[in-house]
């Protein structure tokens, strides 16, 4: 018998690998102590300006316990096997285990931006310079989005349903939209979701470099001597975002779920908006974006005074934080000065496909600790005085309700509402 309808949909666990650390608890301690992983890139050789990055710090396909050299070696898209690992640790940390009752009630849905790129460029590379017959036939696995979800299924021993939300750098809050829909429904009791992305590589990297998208660095600049100054959302001298690889997963579950598997949550999915611009292919709108946080908070019935910390979309440049705040101004109105809003993204980066995951994970956590994750590298910038944005140090501060912003290229907006428990 299905699942009945309009159930309340809770987080019960996550994992994450960020250019913090590999493993969620490493970056979250490292986030508290005010500490961003960027540096120089050595994924690969790059003439650009554009050469600081987030890259998550010792991670090695071929190190996994569950992956052989044959393994690592086929599947060389490294999404595929780091959503495996980060599914894994989701699901550990959860306390949720997969067996005969839970594994067909399982759905796992993992978004990313840019899919398989490396695996792609491997094979352009073996096709140029070894010829036809030596292009793997796992290429094409390795370039579908869903794959990455798949193979988690193969280890972890889910069948639930499995895809990819594509919604670029929000492509994490759709797929925790859609899979808190699907528990809400019935078609089942818990689901992985998530995003993630890993494109460090020269295309790339020069890709985002010449639509001005990523920060130059130059002699005279403050991250010159000291990469880990790159990202500074919100910053007056703030020149644009700095490329990182990442994976997020959180699993949801369903309220009676938790109590028949004698699990506990940890926050309440309360409300989800999501829109589209219909405007521009990467400029912010601002109409459509505020549509997206009204819509989320009208979605979890609260109001606008219910909202106790935003963790932002922020990005690092000057357009997209300009944007974001002055719609927050206008949803917020005058108590957008009391109203704490940090950006993750000053730490981390940029993980594109993996940043609304990674940031819902870090705000949950914060809940969870009473603790507000800063802003880091901030210089005061006049044009957006009125924002407390919790510069440059995390702050000790309780909250049990904020909002999470998402924004991606085309124009596609998700903001989440959680509620602490």
Not at 92 to 111: F, H, I, K, W, Y
Request: aromatic content about 6%.
């Amino acid at each position: 018998m299905k699942a009945p309808r309009n159930r309340r949909v809770f987080v019960i666990g996550y994992g994450a690998a960020t250019p913090l650390a590999k493993t969620f608890e490493q970056s979250w301690e490292a986030a508290v102590s005010g500490r961003a992983g960027f540096r120089r890139v050595t994924r690969c050789q790059v003439k650009s300006k554009s050469n600081v990055v987030g890259e998550i710090p010792d991670w090695d396909p071929a190190a996994c316990d569950f992956a052989d050299a044959k393994e690592a070696y086929n599947w060389n898209a490294d999404f595929v096997l780091l959503t495996m690992e980060v599914c894994r640790e989701a699901l550990q940390r959860s306390g949720l285990e997969m067996n005969a009752d839970t594994g067909p009630r399982t759905a796992c849905l993992v978004g990313s931006a840019l899919n398989g790129t490396d695996a792609f460029r491997t094979a352009m590379d073996t096709y140029l310079n070894r010829g036809a017959l030596r292009v793997s036939p796992y290429l094409l696995p390795n370039l579908c989005a869903n794959l990455p979800a798949s193979k988690a299924g193969m280890m972890l021993g889910f069948t639930g349903p499995v895809f990819s939300p594509q919604g670029a750098c929000a492509s994490g809050n759709h797929a925790i939209g859609l899979g808190a829909r699907m528990i809400r429904d019935g078609d089942c009791d818990f689901v992985l979701a998530g995003g993630v992305d890993t494109c460090i590589m020269p295309e790339i990297i020069h890709g985002f470099a010449n639509m001005n998208a990523t920060i130059k660095v130059n002699p005279n600049d403050r991250a010159y001597e000291d990469p880990s100054k790159a990202s500074r959302p919100f910053s007056i001298d703030r020149k644009g975002m700095v490329l990182s690889e990442g994976c997020g997963v959180l699993v949801l579950a369903a309220e009676e779920a938790i109590k028949s598997h004698g699990l506990q949550a940890k926050a309440e999915v309360l409300g989800v908006g999501w829109t589209s611009d219909a405007n521009h292919f990467t400029l912010p709108h601002g109409p459509t974006i505020i549509r997206s946080i009204e819509g989320a908070i009208d979605d979890a019935g609260i109001s606008p005074e219910d909202i106790e910390y935003v963790n932002a979309h922020g990005t690092s440049t000057s357009k997209g934080d300009r944007t974001e705040i002055e719609c927050l101004r206008t949803v917020f109105g005058r108590g957008v000065k009391n109203l704490p809003i940090s950006s993750n993204k000053s730490q981390i980066g940029h993980t594109l496909g993996a940043s609304a995951a990674i940031e819902a994970a870090f705000g949950i956590e914060g809940m969870q600790h009473g603790i507000l994750l800063p802003t880091i590298n901030h210089i005061h910038d006049p044009d957006l005085g009125d924002v407390d944005v919790v510069a440059n140090q995390a702050r000790n501060a309780g909250y049990s309700c904020f909002l999470s912003n998402a924004f991606g290229f085309g124009g596609t907006n998700c903001c989440i509402v959680f509620k602490g428990v």
